[in-house]
């Protein structure tokens, strides 16, 4: 306890100003200061803020305070509680909320993130060598910004925590001695994190003391993390500011409501060295000083050393980590084994009601699901990235345009294979020719080109898209076969090419024509091998005439 009070007086001598701030009005022109930040001190803070952001913050955090009860948050304690948002999503907002206050509050963050990346790229990272990002579908990014705006900006998590000091004395005492001995100075593992605390707050302290916000509670506090330092540009030498949380014990201290969003990158992302951003963001010498919220993407929930979607219908915040086998909360002791630890949703308990018309259509992107085929109806589906990085299926009428445009390439793919093989038969002896040549070595390179596109959609693993690229190729296969029994034969071998005539009509069938065709297609691989063998009738034993199917004799009844 003597240690909790020295520290506290030590905290209240040393309160010191962020050793940069900015002015959010014109923020684009503090490049140098917020590189100064970067280099050095590793935050800074940011004033000026609208009067809209500073009204619908002071609402959410009453609502907080007086209109949600405990229920809403899943992760609590007698000291802390904590709302976990999707990223860009309300379906997981309690309804104690007002949307339009979170818009608010996401408008402005998301303002500020862009501007901040924007002068970090136009300074410290210009000249960076090592600033190159790959994304699963192989797009290269090369600047913070466009890292920071991957998925439309999805890829950040948001919390509101509400501190509370408890009322009992004794309680009160042991949460000091507990907060001593446990919360040490630690760097998220995020890109950056931007805070807005409490009006007149000073429980913020970084290495060299703590934050004084302003009594009106206009500041915003930027904190430099982790994977900027060492992930994205690890040869420019940012510093991740080392920070803790230190409330003060008075037991006259008020409730304080704080956000905190963490802007990370896309989990698959690599860096120029090939470490993806999750392999970054797990790693085991980071997980003692790491909260576990923080550890987690925006809507999943931490549970035995991985980050989990929550059960359909279930709340992020009120999903529990539960031992199957023990039949009772896991134990989450670092480092332990825990194997049959999954999300439980407690009984009775559903998503917001009113608010599952904003639920995204899929999250993140891929070009192939490695989980097995994935239907609209799938739980948690990715966004499907079809042939390049910019065509991305992420809302219901991309998926619809992109299933039309996937059955097109089907029917055009069957019929560019009929065109070829149709111009193959007509040039006969001219195939021979340079002209000729060339025309079939074309024709022949757009079947293969669309043959592989129709294979890599198949290789999505999206059930929609398989099916629809399979029904392209057989309703152009039955549509341009016309009613003609020759032009089904249009895909066989050279000897269907010869029953074909100049001008396009099937000639009669000789007997020994096809008795003598017979034996090669036997021994050929094609898939019409000795499909017209049972029109070989058995060769006459008298006369040396041979006669055509339609003057076989008929049998005697």
């Given at each position: ?40 001190g590793g935050h800074f803070i940011v004033e ?290 825990q194997p049959n630890c999954a999300l439980k ?213």
């Amino acid at each position: 306890m003597p240690h909790a009070v020295l520290l506290l007086l030590l905290g209240a001598t040393l309160t010191v100003q962020a050793q940069v701030a900015v002015n959010y009005g014109n923020i684009g022109d503090y490049g140098e200061a917020v590189a100064k930040a970067a280099l050095g001190g590793g935050h800074f803070i940011v004033e000026g803020l609208p009067a809209e952001f500073l009204e619908a913050r002071a609402r959410l955090s009453q609502d907080l305070l007086s209109k949600c009860s405990e229920a809403v948050f899943g992760f609590h304690d007698e000291t802390k509680r904590t709302l976990a948002l999707y990223a860009g999503e309300v379906s997981q907002v309690p309804s104690c909320l007002h949307l339009n206050d979170l818009r608010t509050v996401d408008a402005l963050i998301r303002e500020v993130s862009q501007s901040l990346a924007g002068l970090l790229d136009k300074t410290i990272f210009k000249l960076s060598a090592d600033m190159s990002v790959t994304l699963e579908g192989g797009q290269q990014l090369q600047s913070l910004s466009e890292v920071i705006s991957v998925d439309g900006g999805r890829h950040h998590l948001d919390h509101w925590n509400v501190y509370t000091i408890p009322n009992d004395t004794t309680a009160l005492r042991n949460r000091q001695d507990e907060q001593d001995e446990q919360v040490e100075m630690h760097a998220d593992m995020g890109l950056f994190l931007i805070l807005s605390l409490p009006p007149d707050d000073k429980s913020l302290h970084f290495e060299e003391g703590a934050v004084s916000i302003p009594d009106d509670g206009d500041a915003l506090v930027v904190i430099f993390g982790e994977a900027l330092r060492a992930w994205l540009a690890p040869g420019v030498h940012t510093v991740a500011a080392r920070h803790r949380v230190m409330i003060p014990s008075s037991s006259e201290s008020e409730p304080r409501v704080v956000f905190g969003r963490m802007m990370m990158a896309p989990p698959t992302a690599l860096n120029a060295a090939g470490e993806s951003y999750q392999q970054f963001f797990m790693a085991p010498q980071a997980f003692q000083s790491r909260r576990m919220l923080s550890q987690c993407a925006a809507g999943q929930v931490y549970c035995w050393l991985r980050c989990m979607t929550p059960p359909e219908g279930c709340p992020a915040e009120n999903a529990v980590c539960w031992d199957f086998r023990k039949m009772d909360l896991c134990d989450m002791t670092p480092g332990k084994m825990q194997p049959n630890c999954a999300l439980k949703c407690p009984a009775g308990v559903t998503s917001a009601e009113g608010l599952t018309e904003d639920e995204p259509f899929c999250e993140s992107s891929t070009n192939m699901i490695m989980s097995g085929f994935q239907f609209l109806w799938s739980r948690n589906r990715q966004c499907i990235i079809l042939f390049f990085p910019g065509i991305v299926l992420d809302t219901p009428s991309k998926f619809f345009l992109g299933v039309v445009a996937v059955f097109f390439l089907g029917l055009v793919a069957e019929a560019t294979m009929r065109l070829r093989k149709r111009v193959e038969c007509a040039l006969g002896a001219a195939r021979s020719s340079v002209r000729g040549k060339l025309t079939l070595i074309g024709l022949f390179s757009i079947n293969l080109i669309l043959a592989y596109m129709a294979m890599l959609v198949a290789m999505t693993y999206s059930g929609e898209l398989f099916l629809t690229v399979i029904l392209g190729v057989a309703v152009g296969r039955i549509l341009l076969a016309g009613d003609e029994r020759g032009d089904y034969r249009s895909d066989a071998a050279d000897p269907c090419c010869a029953a074909l005539s100049s001008d396009g009509t099937e000639p009669p069938i000789e007997a020994d024509a096809l008795t003598a065709a017979a034996p090669s297609r036997r021994r050929g691989s094609g898939p019409d091998q000795g499909v017209y063998q049972h029109l070989v009738p058995p060769r006459a034993s008298q006369g040396n005439a041979p006669r055509t199917i339609s003057q076989r004799k008929r049998p005697e009844p």
